[in-house]
Each structure stands twice: as structure tokens, then as C-alpha cells.
Nanobody
Framework: VQLQASGGGLVQAGGSLRLSCRASGRPFSNYAMGWFRQAPGKGREFVAAINWSGEATAYASSVKGRFTISRDNAENTGYLQMNSLKPEDTAVYFC???????????????????WGQGTLVTVSS
């Protein structure tokens, strides 16, 4: 499966952005999806994940209550709605996919073999 992330940009603190992750090559419904981010000078970290059906989700504590992950399998697209953005949310955001129809949500970076190219989110103070 190939993934393409989009929707990043420059936003003021307190603003919102919606990231999209479009999948191609294989049926998106066969894959769990995750969003990860990498800030300048830091390692890549987990942000949010969703299982293949959309029934199970998980969030990093730093974004819980502000970000919402969702998916539309008919459109082969996943989303990350980001509200109440903070300067510390500034990072390159990556979507990733893991093959498998599991009921649980996968949060470990090492479990995701398929990655998109990343989209930059910059939050100004």
C-alpha cells in the first residue's frame, strides 16, 4: 500500500488543521492506520492510531482531547483533525499503515511497515 499525507501548513496557536492520508494500491480497509510526528531535533513519536474498522482509537496523552483520528474506507483515506493547536505541536506529521484486521489499536512505531512522506505542521505563538 502507498500512502500520501497532506493538509499541513502554518497556523496560529489555538487554530485547527485537518490532515489527510490517502492510500492506494491495496484496499485501505485491510490496514490499521497511525499518525506519528517528528519535531526538529527530536525522534519520531506516536500521535494517534485507529484500527481497520474505525471502532478503536488511541491517542498520545499530549494530544488527547484536542486531536481526533478517523477514516473513510470507502474513500481510502484517513484523517487527523487537530484542534487547539499549540506551538509544541510543530512537527512533520507522518501517516503509517499496518496490515491486519485487528480489534486492538497498534501504537508502536515498529509495528508499522508502510509510511507516507510526511506533511509539515507549523504552529506559531
Amino acid at each position: 500500500v502507498q500512502l500520501q499525507a497532506s493538509g499541513g501548513g502554518l497556523v496560529q496557536a489555538g487554530g485547527s488543521l485537518r490532515l489527510s492520508c490517502r492510500a492506494s494500491g491495496r484496499p485501505f480497509s485491510n490496514y490499521a492506520m497511525g499518525w506519528f510526528r517528528q519535531a526538529p531535533g527530536k525522534g519520531r513519536e506516536f500521535v494517534a492510531a485507529i484500527n481497520w474498522s474505525g471502532e478503536a482509537t488511541a491517542y498520545a496523552s499530549s494530544v488527547k482531547g484536542r486531536f481526533t483520528i478517523s477514516r473513510d474506507n470507502a474513500e481510502n483515506t484517513g484523517y487527523l483533525q487537530m484542534n487547539s493547536l499549540k506551538p509544541e505541536d510543530t512537527a512533520v506529521y507522518f501517516c503509517a499503515a499496518d496490515f491486519g484486521k485487528r480489534r486492538i489499536v497498534i501504537t508502536a512505531i515498529s509495528n508499522y511497515p508502510y509510511w507516507g512522506q510526511g506533511t509539515l505542521v507549523t504552529v506559531s505563538s
